[in-house]
């Protein structure tokens, strides 16, 4: 998690891939496994999670994978495959949502991506994070653009 703890490391990776603005939404979200679970969801989704860039062009990612073998997934303990970085631009998404993560959760969002090749990315967050403050901040700001 030391790689993606503070906005600033956020900012930097995606930099890089030549994302990174001001108006930009930065979350580390976790891979709702109730969605995507069974070994064809574990191929076709291989990761725990998401440190996601959402901009005015598209989406970008990095996968967050967790290096030891654990039962639970939690965010402390994932780190970034800086192999996995995808880009969706606009043209390849078909949607995307934010719900409640479930009946009676309001402190937790899903949000669910989908693109034109048919496969849906189930990701979820805190609306108050204590353990990465951008996370709040930002999931503020998916809210505003994105709940139906």
């Excluded at 030891?68 to 495959?81: A, H, M, P, Q, Y």
Aim: without cysteine.
């Amino acid at each position: 998690m030391e790689e993606f703890n503070t906005i600033d490391k956020v900012k930097e990776l995606f930099r890089a891939k030549g994302l990174g603005g001001d108006n930009d939404i930065y979350l580390a979200l976790l891979k709702d496994f109730g969605k995507q679970s069974g070994m064809v969801g574990g191929m076709e989704y291989p990761y725990s999670g998401m440190l996601v860039d959402i901009t005015d062009t598209g989406i970008g990612m990095y996968h967050l994978v967790q290096p030891k073998f654990s039962l639970r997934v939690l965010i402390e303990n994932l780190v970034i495959d800086k192999d996995s970085y995808t880009f969706l631009s606009n043209d390849d998404i078909k949607s995307v949502q934010v719900k409640k993560f479930a009946l009676l959760d309001s402190k937790r969002k899903l949000l669910i991506i989908k693109t034109n090749d048919k496969k849906t990315h189930y990701l979820y967050g805190s609306v108050a994070d204590t353990l990465i403050p951008y996370n709040s901040e930002n999931m503020q700001k998916l809210l505003a653009k994105y709940s139906s």
